[in-house]
């Protein structure tokens, strides 16, 4: 079985959600005060100022999602939105080619599906990954 998902997107991710929920608390306190007649943020207004920091916190995270996973059955395909299994019969090839972002899957029909869990940004562990995707496809074509 074969497992992956992106590291270093995920710590980005994070430490992009984090610098996001400080600024816009920030800013939310910061407009909260002021002298008499000048434009105020209310309580109301702070707190949809928060709740927007964290609706935007949301929408980078849902980049942590994608993973790979792959059995003898074939490959598990969760990208940003929706998961995808793709038997090892419609599989043609495994690729990570130079100076591609992620790995792919070419199928049979010459369709190609991004694998937005095996980043080439993770170095080694995504080398690995795609080395032991294509030993499963390589056992699953030896199969009866």
């Known amino acids: 079985m074969v497992t992956s998902r992106p590291v270093t997107l995920t710590r980005v991710c994070w430490g992009v959600v984090a610098l996001v929920m400080v600024v816009f608390t920030a800013v939310a306190v910061a ?12 309580l109301p207004d702070q707190i949809a100022m928060v709740l927007l920091g964290a609706l935007l916190s949301c929408g980078v995270l849902s980049l942590t999602r994608a993973r790979v996973v792959a059995d003898a059955e074939g490959v598990r395909v969760r990208n940003v939105v929706g998961e995808r299994l793709f038997p090892w019969q419609v599989i043609r090839a495994v690729r990570l080619d130079d100076g591609a972002s992620w790995a792919s899957l070419d199928l049979q029909d010459d369709d190609t599906v991004a694998l937005l869990g095996i980043q080439s940004n993770d170095g080694e562990r995504s080398v690995e990954a795609v080395l032991a995707l294509r030993r499963l496809l390589a056992e699953s074509r030896k199969a009866p």
């Open 31 to 42: 407009l909260g005060g002021g002298p008499a007649g000048a434009a105020q943020f209310r």
